[in-house]
């Protein structure tokens, strides 16, 4: 039973994070934009934060990404 389902929860979990990532680096790239064409002279530093802030959003897909794929290749809940 708990097999058939795990292509479902496989695909949930790669799906869902990655939706939030994109949503999360599409608005923070909106936001970077908007605050450089008001302050030109701080674009240097906040591409720094903005660049350090999609790394992070980016880094916690990949790591869901890759625990779900562990759990499709080495399920630990069959007995």
């Keep these: 039973m708990s097999m058939d389902l795990l292509p479902l929860a496989v695909a949930i979990l790669i799906a869902i ?3 939030g990532s ?3 680096i599409g608005l923070s790239a ?3 934009l908007q ?3 008001r302050q030109p002279g701080l674009g240097p530093e906040l591409q720094t934060r903005f660049f350090l802030a999609a790394g992070l959003l ?3 897909f990949i790591i869901a990404t ?3 794929l562990w759990f499709a290749t080495a399920n630990p809940f069959t007995r």
């Design 30 to 32: 909106a936001r970077f």
């Design 35 to 37: 605050a450089s064409a």
């Design 17 to 19: 994070p990655a939706a």
């Design 66 to 68: 890759g625990i779900s």
């Design 58 to 60: 980016d880094g916690a």
């Design 22 to 24: 994109c949503i999360g």
